[in-house]
């Protein structure tokens, strides 16, 4: 059991002592050293600016990654007793956190590090509810800083070399009972970005297709065998809204108009607003209604090296029907995410061609937009004729996306 309060914590960037967060009326970080060019907690949070910052609620990079839903709802059911105030779910996150941040309390000893996972052994393994919450039990003291509301779990693997990465580097995503299919949904979405030349996380769908395993793209290896661990922080973190619980449904808020000239702001090359662009047509042409602000992010090492995180978290969603809180009334998720356009004439509904058009040329700068979606709609076409002979996929999720897909696939030309 953690302790009742938890006033303090030592805050690590990339494994080095680098600060305090403390919680009395308001949250305070202190940088620990004042040298101007240290990393940055966050990249809009830099040393060189001010070396103490307050705020009333928790920082946006720490907020980002606290668990919520499934996740958080385990924690809960696990410690019935314990108190779980922002700051006990930061200490319960360690070293393990999505990102380049690291908390403990002073004088506390590391939990010990999990038993490491062999990647064929997880994608053999047949899924079952028990099956995950033993995955959960058994990963949750090292896998729990990650957020999101579906089942999910963060392990560490063994990989080629049999060596043990030392922080988890795999997500485990699992089947859903309310969103049937969901991991081969995600999967085939992802097969169809990468042949459309879309970067995305490493990933693999387990032989009974039901659990998306997926490498963090938080973390690079080097050469000499060590591990890299970049800057993370999503959207929401970066615009400061923090979007747990009861204002979640803050993350739908803003268009992706404003998320261009966000990136825009942070001055990331100009190949990163193009990248942007292959994002968003990509969501609306799998007809993915879920990209919200939480799913895009930016990965870096220094405020002058930053860029475009790969996309993840992108599915065909409205195959779903889904209830706005429990017990609510069904509904068909018939919408984007955010409005295309920023502005009182932006909307939320699927664009037209030439809409999606005008928002890659005017607003992220893309000089031949329909080439772009020319090429989304040929990957979308050769993953799902790809996809009748892949056994893991159920076939009336494949068809149903099928007929999405070909919707969407009308925005590019045959050519
Ligand atoms: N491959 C990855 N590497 C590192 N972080 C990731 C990766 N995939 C997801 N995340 C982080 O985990 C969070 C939750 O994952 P996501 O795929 O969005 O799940 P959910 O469907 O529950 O929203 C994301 O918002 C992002 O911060
Ligand atoms: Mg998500």
Redesign the pocket.
């Known amino acids: 059991m953690l302790p009742e309060k938890i006033p303090l914590l030592q805050v690590a960037i990339h494994g080095a002592m680098a600060g305090q967060l403390l919680k009395q009326s308001v949250y305070e970080f202190r940088y620990l050293h004042a040298h101007p060019d240290q990393p940055e907690v966050a990249l809009l949070m830099p040393a060189s600016r001010q070396l103490t910052w307050q705020d009333g609620d928790l920082f946006p990079v720490m907020d980002?990654?606290l668990p919520e839903?499934d996740l958080f709802m385990r924690l809960r059911a696990l410690f019935p007793k314990q108190a779980l105030s922002p700051m006990h779910l930061l200490a319960l996150i360690g070293d393990n956190g999505?990102g380049r941040l690291g908390y403990a309390l002073p004088d506390w000893p590391a939990p010990p590090p999990a038993p490491p996972i062999d990647r064929a052994t997880l994608l053999e393994t047949a899924y079952s509810p028990r099956v995950f919450d033993e995955l959960v039990h058994a990963y949750l003291a090292t896998g729990a800083g990650?957020?999101?509301?579906?089942p999910?779990i963060m392990l560490p693997a063994l990989d080629t070399e049999r060596t043990t990465i030392p922080i988890p580097s795999l997500?485990v995503?699992a089947a859903s009972a309310a969103y049937p299919g969901l991991a081969a949904n995600e999967y085939l979405c992802l097969k169809a970005a990468r042949r459309a030349g879309i970067l995305t996380?490493t990933f693999e769908l387990s032989n009974d297709g039901h659990m998306l395993v997926?490498?963090?793209?938080?973390l690079v290896r080097q050469p000499d065998g060590s591990l890299e661990r970049l800057g993370?922080e999503?959207i929401a973190a970066l615009a400061g809204l923090r979007v747990r619980d009861v204002l979640s449904d803050r993350k739908y808020q803003g268009s992706y108009q404003r998320v261009a000239e966000l990136l825009r702001m942070l001055q990331l090359p100009r190949e990163n607003l193009h990248r942007f662009f292959e994002h968003v047509a990509f969501s609306v042409m799998v007809r993915n209604g879920d990209a919200h602000l939480?799913?895009f992010?930016v990965l870096y090492r220094s405020s002058a090296d930053a860029w475009l995180a790969p996309m993840?978290?992108v599915v065909t969603t409205t195959i779903y029907r889904y209830t706005r809180y429990d017990g609510g009334s069904e509904l068909e998720d018939r919408t984007l995410a955010l409005r295309l356009f920023a502005g009182k004439h932006g909307s939320k509904a699927y664009p037209t061609t030439e809409e999606l058009l005008r928002f890659g040329s005017k607003v992220c700068g893309v000089s031949h937009p329909q080439a772009v979606l020319n090429r989304i709609a040929a990957a979308l076409r050769e993953t799902m004729d790809e996809a009748r002979q892949d056994e893991r996929i159920p076939a009336t999720v494949r068809t149903q996306m099928a007929e999405a897909w070909a919707q969407g696939a009308l925005h590019g030309t045959k050519s």
């Open positions: 980002q990654n839903g999505i990650i957020a999101g509301m579906q999910k997500i995503k996380p997926l490498d963090r793209f938080d993370f999503d939480k799913n992010g993840f978290d």
